[in-house]
């Protein structure tokens, strides 16, 4: 079990005037991403107009990592940055959007939800120059969900290398730390220096997977990526999905329990979801919103629950009064075997794996 904070490992630079509590997290006020100017901007474009601003600071750091570069796509400015350091053994996560305790904390645009996005890294098994970083993103089931650099909507991603997406009017960079060299002087040798990105589609699932056809192994071996250090293969994924009648789909993975202040539920969910991930909070877009509506010291959106490899994850999505594992605050736990967490001032949940 990990309860141990994790905002050490975080390192935030944030410019465009964003101070934290100077103003309301107001209800999000949903806009088209093609409707805001200058979103004709090229991607190569918005980074070296930006470079200046975060390549000093990137280039500072050692340890391996992701920096997170988000740019204004209409003014083509730097809006933050954030250096989210990974560690041995455990992952770190971090969340981007308008709330003024998310970790990239943007306020630019309204399009952008108050908790829009999760990053989560893998665990490194060194922390030696250059280690390679492997990290997800998930869209937290928002009305503006992000978009790859050929313009395809985006639930999720994996990527080890770097990886564009632009999402609600701003543009991000997500580009591996640890290695000075990656950063040159020069913002145009920078991006030359960027490994093309090559997308590829996750395996479907056996239920979702179209019926064979002839040709089909060859075109499997087609999708097959090359060993290629000029290239970052990033694997477009799930991400929790519309609605919650899909908790339960697919071959039930466990049971979650929670106590409410006016009840007791046990839920069963299905691999599939638990993969893509499930949210909890009081917000319509959460699964599981009405027991969580019970408890006004939730957040709208509090926290994922999500399968990542072989760990099961709670990750606190910046909420306001926080998630605990024996009265301490966390913001990722590994949830092990009889792992208790507190969601708020009045809810607790425990996960039972299906025997």
């Known amino acids: 079990m990990s309860g141990e904070g994790l905002r050490a490992t975080i390192g935030v630079s944030l410019w465009g005037g964003q101070i934290r509590g100077a103003q309301p997290n107001a209800r999000t006020m949903v806009a088209r991403a093609a409707a ?3 979103v004709g901007r090229s991607a190569r474009e918005l980074f070296v107009q930006a470079y200046a601003r975060f390549a000093e600071r990137a280039r500072a750091i050692e340890e391996p990592g992701v920096a997170v570069v988000a740019i204004d796509e209409a003014s083509g400015a730097a809006a933050g940055l954030a250096c989210v350091v990974a560690r041995v053994g455990r992952p770190v996560a971090a969340i981007i959007g308008r709330h003024d305790r998310c970790d990239l904390f943007l306020s630019g645009r309204d399009a952008l939800s108050l908790r829009h996005l999760a990053l989560v890294v893998d665990p490194v098994t060194s922390w030696a120059r250059g280690a390679p970083v492997r990290f997800r993103l998930l869209d937290l089931r928002t009305g503006q969900p992000m978009v790859d ?4 909507p985006l639930r999720g991603l994996v990527a080890e290398g770097p990886a564009i997406v632009r999402c609600a009017g701003y543009a991000l960079f997500f580009l591996p730390l640890g290695d000075p060299s990656d950063f040159p002087a020069s913002a145009d040798d920078a991006w030359t220096m960027l490994p093309e990105r090559v997308y590829l ?3 479907p699932s056996l239920d979702e997977r179209p019926a064979p056809s002839e040709g089909a192994q060859a075109t499997h071996a087609k999708l097959r990526p090359r060993v290629d250090l000029r290239a970052t293969y990033i ?3 799930g991400g929790p999905r519309d609605t919650s009648m899909h ?16 009840r007791q539920l046990a839920i069963s969910i299905g691999d599939r979801a638990l993969r893509d991930g499930v949210l909890l909070g009081r917000y319509g877009r959460c699964d599981l919103m009405e027991a969580a509506a019970e408890d006004h010291t939730l957040s709208r959106v509090h926290a994922l629950l999500i399968h990542v490899e072989d760990r099961l994850l709670l990750i606190d999505t910046a909420s306001t009064n926080g ?4 009265g301490e605050p966390a913001r990722l736990v590994v949830i092990e075997r009889d792992t208790e967490l507190g969601l708020g001032d009045h809810t607790t949940l425990r996960w039972r794996w299906k025997d």
Do not use: S
Not at 323 to 326: A, G, H, I
């Open 235 to 237: 694997t477009r994924t």
């Open 36 to 38: 805001l100017p200058g």
């Open 149 to 152: 650099e050929t313009g395809k």
């Open 323 to 326: 998630t605990f594992v024996q």
């Open 201 to 203: 589609d996750e395996r």
């Open 247 to 262: 908790l339960a789909h697919g071959d039930v993975a466990g049971v979650l329990e929670i106590h409410t202040p006016l």
